[in-house]
């Protein structure tokens, strides 16, 4: 049971580059949520999903998009980077009123 | 949308002394308050978390009380030890909802010295 993982770690991106970020959880949870996190702010919620092959706008959607075609994989693209998505994203899945989080992922956009 | 203010943002506490970190909410139809603890370069994790239906929850040396009528909830460390020092984030969120998503405080670095 690894419970919630993110791929990859830590990624450097030039700006107008694209990338997936990878979000497993093996808990069969339905809730899956993905947060960004910056210096001096708490967590703040880009997108959701209430279940497979749902997904919803959270707080700080734009330049985001995300896929849950799978219950246990929910996926954030960025499609054209830039430097204030510099970042740790967090990926968080939930039970009941739990939400458990994935280890984070260490984004620079230069 | 719900918006949570946390406050101190830092707080330095020798060991042994007590801890308070308090948060306002400003959703009042918002029910469900956890606080998270994330040490550097980690996630958040859970430490406590309390319902709208219950004024106070103890868990040995950390509690967290609620006033709805005011709007805030507060949570509080006893006996601080240094593995104390972390972040703390308090969080809000409505259970009622199909979103059930949480709003974060800004958090607070708390420092016990030895």
């Known amino acids: 049971n690894a419970g919630v993982t993110q791929t990859p770690k830590f990624r450097v991106l030039k700006t107008g580059q694209s990338m997936t970020l990878l979000c497993a959880q093996d808990m069969n949870h339905e809730y899956m949520y993905w947060y960004r996190q910056d210096p001096g702010m708490g967590l703040r919620l880009i997108h959701y999903s209430v279940g497979e092959g749902t997904t919803a706008k959270g707080e700080v959607p734009d330049g985001y998009n995300v896929s849950r075609l799978k219950k246990q994989n929910f996926l954030l693209g960025l499609e054209s980077a830039a430097p204030s998505q510099t970042s740790v994203y967090f990926c968080?899945?939930?039970?009941?009123?739990?939400?458990?989080f994935g280890p984070g992922t260490r984004l620079l956009v230069l | 949308g719900e918006n949570v203010e946390q406050h101190p943002s830092t707080l330095s506490v020798q060991e042994g002394d007590s801890a308070v970190i308090k948060c306002t909410y400003s959703d009042s139809a918002s029910n469900y308050f956890p606080w998270y603890k994330q040490e550097l370069g980690k996630r958040p994790q859970l430490i406590i978390d309390i319902r709208s239906n219950v004024g106070e929850k103890k868990d040995q040396r950390i509690a967290v009380t609620l006033n709805k009528t005011a709007k805030h909830f507060s949570l509080h460390i006893t006996e601080t030890q240094p593995e104390d020092s972390a972040v703390y984030f308090c969080a809000a969120s409505r259970e009622d909802t199909g979103r059930r998503a949480l709003t974060f405080g800004s958090g607070t670095r708390l420092q016990v010295q030895p």
């Open positions: 968080a899945s939930r039970f009941a009123t739990s939400q458990y």
